[in-house]
C-alpha cells in the first residue's frame, strides 16, 4: 500500500500506508488521528465530513485519498490560529449554536467557504450553500444568525448575557 502526500492545514504531511480508494475522512480520523472530521452517513449526504480540498468545501467520505495526493486539505482543526478562533468559529461559540455537536465540523466548514466566497451573503445565499448540511438538532436559525455575525450582517449584542 502506498503513502500519499498531501497539504494539511497548511503543513506538508506524509501518511501511513494505506489503500489508494480509502476515504479521506478515515485517513484523517484513523490514521493521522484528526478527530474534529464527523462521520456522518457515509453517503456524502448530511454534510458532517465536510472538509476544504483546494478550498472547496467537500465531504471527505467521498474523496479517496489517492485523490488528495499533492493537493491541499483543511479540516476545522486547521481553521483557529494558536490563539484565535476564526470569526465563524467564534461566532458558533457566543450564538451558543451546538445542542450536540455533531454536524457542527461540517456546518463551520461550509459556512466559512460561503463567507471566503460571499461575504456579505444574503439569507437565500446562506441557505443554499448550507442546504447539504444537515442538523438533527434543528439548530438552522442559529446557524444561520451565527453566519451572519461572522460576516458583520448582524449585531451579535442581542445573544450576549453579561452575568455579574
Known sequence: MPKYKFTLNQQA??????????????????????????????KGLCGA???HFNGSPTRACQL??????????????????????HP??????????PQCGYCQ????????SLLENIPQPTDEQI?????????????????????KVAAGIKDDSIYRIDIK
Open 13 to 42: 504531511i506524509v501518511t501511513p500506508d494505506v489503500a489508494k480508494d480509502t476515504p479521506l475522512l478515515w485517513v484523517l480520523r484513523d490514521a493521522l488521528n484528526l478527530q474534529g472530521t464527523k462521520y456522518g452517513c457515509g
Open 49 to 51: 465530513c465536510t472538509v
Open 64 to 85: 479517496p485519498v489517492e485523490a488528495a495526493s499533492e493537493q491541499k486539505i483543511t479540516t476545522i482543526e486547521g481553521l483557529a490560529t494558536a490563539d484565535k478562533l
Open 88 to 97: 465563524v468559529q467564534q461566532a458558533w461559540l457566543d450564538l451558543d449554536v
Open 105 to 112: 465540523a461540517g456546518q463551520i466548514m461550509s459556512a466559512v
Open 127 to 147: 441557505e443554499q450553500m448550507m442546504s447539504g448540511n444537515i442538523c438533527r438538532c434543528g439548530t438552522y436559525n442559529r446557524i444561520k444568525d451565527a453566519i
